[in-house]
């Protein structure tokens, strides 16, 4: 039997871990002897020679010399169906599987560390994803040749990481700014028991979006320095301003000033950009996270002085201005013994190992029971909905409406109920159109499924009620109630959502396994 590993599946960087025969988890290196791999693929053309696709640190440089060739924050792109990456060599390739290639990378360095096959993973994925986004994961995860036993939040993997490996108990907030993504979630710790309180986030702010706004400025001083065409045409002058972008950021977490370095038309630019100026200009996007972590600390029904322990976790919160602003708010400096680079797929591999040796007639209400640290320890999660779940009805003014049934943040597994009426005489079924998210117009949220369902022929005005349930696996079953008849007259299930189908998922774990990935 293989070993079950975590993956922190990034949008900048990846890692994968494994809990030790000691129950300690540990950070496998890639082939490379790096702890993280940039989650960055180059699809070679033709030319070259060779159509093996190239992971991690020399595919991440190849972007400012062959842009075309390279795809990189593709975990942006997950769960989109329309989206593809177009290959110089001919292929096309969906989110799922570009994801696969990065996963297999990760598979192969990790059976190289152990000397022994990898069969089983926990992948890691932001708390807000929705579930098309969670099951485009799992299949990446299959394509790769990987069992997934589980889709795990990535707050949730870091706070089980600090939890159990530092035994740690009490009320602790998770911020997570990675690359592409921003989570917080706020949870309960007691002796293994990680009860999830309440979670929020942005899946399209991360590091990546600071990054970008450095480069802006350099944009601009360009301009300044008196090379008058657009450069944001040229592909490969633009990968090079984004890559030292993103190294002019972590310079400016230690010094003061960051120098950029570029040769445009033949002259030498040198762009000098202070701390001061970069956090003026991504103030903004810092002010999000805020009012995103408020949010959180509302809906989860605590203040600050109920707050035991600050994580911060994601490469991006080694920037001075997050540590300053989380401390500030939250009156308490956070926890240093945290490696924000590691700890999601560190708690990810104490999942993995739980996961893989777990019985699931024993799993039950009660936890699991798993050695981690040397002691035998049960540990049960509780997570809550990071999506709300609604159905679109008509309202008083006979215009399609989405009332929320089961709101976010609601505890796992729960229920909810709408009630609806029939809007015309003898109306012969009713749509019952299942939405996630808030808002209450419907071009505002995803439709997830539908059903008519055919009633009994009653007045306008017949009173029915929608009921939800919603289960640990994240799936949703309906039922209509007739308020008449006081019976069911109709139920379905929406399970995961997803962008490709069983035979598509088969066909491109046959192309991924025969390649040769790098």
Known sequence: MGRAIGIDLGTTYSAVAILQEDGKPAILPNIEGQNITPSVVLFPDAASGSDEPLVGDMA?????????????????????????????????????????????????????????????????????????????????????????????NEP????????????????????????????????????????????????????????????????????????????????????????????????????????????????????????????????????????????????????????????????????????????????????LNVNPDEAVAMGAAIQAYISANEQSDEAGDSGVQAIVGGELMTINVSDVTSQALGVVLLNERDQDENFVVIPKNAKIPTKGEQHARTVVDQQSCILVRVTQGEDSDVRYVTEIGSKEIPIPSYPKGAPFTVAYAYDIDQTVYVELYDETAHNIVGKFEIDRIMNMSEEEVQNAMRRISQMDIL
């Open 60 to 152: 991440k440089h190849s972007a400012a010399t062959a842009p075309l060739d390279v795809v990189q924050f593709v975990k942006r792109q997950m769960g989109d169906p329309n989206w593809r990456f177009e290959s110089a060599n001919g292929h096309s390739y969906t989110a799922e599987e570009v994801s696969a290639v990065i996963l297999k990378k990760l598979k192969n360095d990790a059976e190289i560390a152990l000397g022994q096959p990898i069969t089983d993973a926990v992948i890691t994925v932001p708390a807000y994803f929705d579930d098309a986004r969670r099951t485009a994961t799992r299949q990446a995860g299959q394509i790769a040749g990987l069992n997934v036993l589980r889709v795990l």
């Open 156 to 335: 949730t993997a870091a706070a089980m990481s600090y939890g159990l490996s530092q035994k740690k108990n009490g009320t602790v907030l998770v911020y997570d700014l990675g690359g592409g993504t921003f989570d917080v979630t706020i949870m309960d710790i007691n002796n293994g028991e990680f009860d999830v309180l309440a979670t929020d986030g942005n899946r399209n702010l991360g590091g990546f979006d600071f990054d970008n706004r450095i480069a802006e400025y350099v944009f601009e001083q360009i301009k300044e320095q008196g090379i008058e065409r657009d450069v944001r045409t040229d592909d490969a002058l633009v990968a090079e301003i984004r890559e030292k972008s993103e190294i002019a950021k972590k310079s400016l977490t230690t010094v003061a000033q960051a120098t950029i370095m570029l040769t445009v038309d033949g002259k030498h630019v040198r762009i000098r950009i202070t701390r001061d100026e970069f956090e003026s200009r991504t103030e903004d996007l810092l002010n999000t996270t805020k009012e995103l972590v408020e949010d959180a600390m509302e809906s989860a029904g605590k203040s600050w002085s109920d707050i035991d322990h600050l994580l911060l976790v994601g490469g991006s919160t080694r920037m001075p201005m997050v540590r300053k602003m989380m401390s500030t708010l939250s009156g308490k400096d956070p926890e």
